[in-house]
Nanobody, 122 residues
Framework: QVRVAESGGGLVQAGGSLRLSCVFS????MGWFRQAPGKEREFVAA????????YYADSVKGRFTISRDNAKNSVYLQMNSLKPEDTAVYYC???????????????????WGQGTQVTVSS
């Protein structure tokens, strides 16, 4: 069983920054997703186990940065230039580093955190 737990959400004004953290166990490919009220869960960013290769949704490219420290079993999401439309519950998710399925879809992840609320005020 892989353990996944997020932290670091909160309330911030538009243009501000937040850093989310996620602790995990085991060898994992990690992703960040978000879900706004009334909307489906959507991909935000992902990072591989080996090589730390990163992937981003177009909506967050240039503003968000995903990183990881395997020695600390942690992955991070640095969010800058936040917009009101970034408001959502953010989830950290894990899957096997050997998976070849599309990292973009929530259904291709096996383990999820409980979520952390990010609210961006205008």
């Amino acid at each position: 069983q892989v353990r996944v737990a997020e932290s670091g959400g909160g309330l911030v004004q538009a243009g501000g920054s937040l850093r989310l953290s996620c602790v995990f166990s085991g060898r994992t490919f990690m992703g960040w997703f978000r879900q706004a009220p009334g909307k489906e869960r959507e991909f935000v960013a992902a990072i591989s186990w080996i090589g730390y290769r990163t992937y981003y949704a177009d909506s967050v490219k240039g503003r968000f940065t995903i990183s990881r420290d395997n020695a600390k079993n942690s992955v991070y999401l640095q969010m800058n230039s936040l917009k009101p439309e970034d408001t959502a519950v953010y989830y950290c998710a894990a899957r096997s580093p050997d998976s070849t399925t599309d990292y973009y879809y929530p259904r291709n992840y096996d383990y999820w955190g409980q979520g952390t609320q990010v609210t961006v005020s205008s």
